[in-house]
């Protein structure tokens, strides 16, 4: 009897490409002031998620950035308009 592995496990065995391997990590801690409302606003939304609210906002401030970054290269190479993509700023 012969045994042979599916592709599909071959496919899961071949090393991450540079896209899928995750990025070495650098964090530093950072000290900020956030309104309290806001912050318990954040402590409810991570409680729902079920996770630190810390982790919660790192990921929005991801997010969002990655939003930005993606809106500012879109107006750069003209694929939309500057006015379009405007950078918000929150008060």
Partial sequence: MTHRLSDRLLDGLRPPTDEEAPR???SRAVSLRI???LLERLQ???AQAQRPYQSLLKQFLI???ELE????QAAACGCISPRSAPITTMA
């Fill in 35 to 37: 309104d309290e409302g």
């Fill in 24 to 26: 070495p990590r650098r």
């Fill in 44 to 46: 409810v939304l991570a």
């Fill in 63 to 65: 997010e969002r950035v």
């Fill in 69 to 72: 970054e993606n809106k500012a």
